[in-house]
């Protein structure tokens, strides 16, 4: 299995507000949907009911400490423990989307962080993204991109 972790973040990491994202930008948006295409996403349960609709083209797994009643297609683990020993032998990529503490749990594990670095703040954000040393990783600049008169960057870090 190949960990990856696809999010976009402010100025000052700010992730999201109220349990939705800060900035609404269609070609951020189009970049997650062609990155995460056919692949597996990993979320935890909030951001997974955040979600405005099921995700056409992609396996769910839903991080949660209760036990829910989803989709019988999605798979649920309760623990990063129990995960990364389900999917040591799986021969794909897994993204994780969100949320922050998702993210916080997982950044270590990840070879590969997809983020969409927005030129813009929102002070009153009230989940943000891990802070991650970017000298332990290479980037590389995929696209710049502007929407509604906010520029951004699509960026991966591969770490090292």
Same mark, same amino acid.
């Given at each position: 299995?190949?960990?990856? =972790?696809?999010?976009?973040?402010? /100025?000052?990491?700010?992730? #999201?507000?109220?349990?939705?994202? &800060?900035?609404? +930008?269609? #070609?951020? =948006?189009? %970049?997650?949907? !062609?990155?995460?295409?056919?692949?597996?996403?990993?979320?935890? @349960?909030?951001? @997974?009911?955040? =979600?405005?609709?099921?995700?056409?083209?992609?396996?769910?797994?839903?991080?949660?400490?209760?036990?829910? /009643?989803?989709?019988?297609? &999605?798979?649920?683990?309760?623990?990063?423990?129990?995960? +990364? /020993?389900?999917?040591?032998?799986?021969? /794909?990529? &897994?993204?994780? &989307? #969100? #949320?922050?503490?998702?993210?916080?749990? %997982?950044?270590?594990?990840?070879?590969? +962080?997809?983020?969409?670095?927005?030129?813009?703040?929102?002070?009153?954000?009230?989940?943000? %993204?891990? !802070? %991650?040393? $970017?000298?332990?990783?290479?980037? !590389? +600049?995929?696209?710049?991109?502007?929407?509604?008169?906010?520029?951004?960057?699509?960026?991966? @870090?591969?770490? $090292?």
């Amino acid at each position: 299995m190949k960990l990856s =972790l696809i999010a976009a973040i402010g /100025e000052n990491n700010e992730l #999201g507000k109220d349990n939705n994202l &800060i900035w609404h +930008l269609p #070609g951020d =948006l189009k %970049f997650f949907k !062609e990155t995460t295409m056919g692949k597996t996403i990993a979320m935890g @349960y909030n951001t @997974y009911l955040s =979600l405005p609709k099921r995700l056409p083209g992609r396996k769910y797994i839903v991080f949660t400490f209760k036990d829910r /009643e989803l989709d019988p297609d &999605i798979e649920i683990f309760h623990n990063k423990e129990t995960f +990364l /020993e389900s999917m040591k032998d799986r021969e /794909e990529e &897994i993204f994780i &989307i #969100g #949320g922050a503490s998702i993210y916080k749990q %997982f950044i270590n594990d990840c070879e590969s +962080l997809y983020l969409t670095e927005v030129e813009a703040s929102c002070k009153d954000a009230d989940v943000y %993204f891990p !802070e %991650f040393n $970017k000298d332990d990783y290479t980037s !590389e +600049l995929i696209r710049e991109n502007e929407d509604k008169g906010i520029k951004y960057k699509h960026m991966v @870090y591969r770490r $090292k």
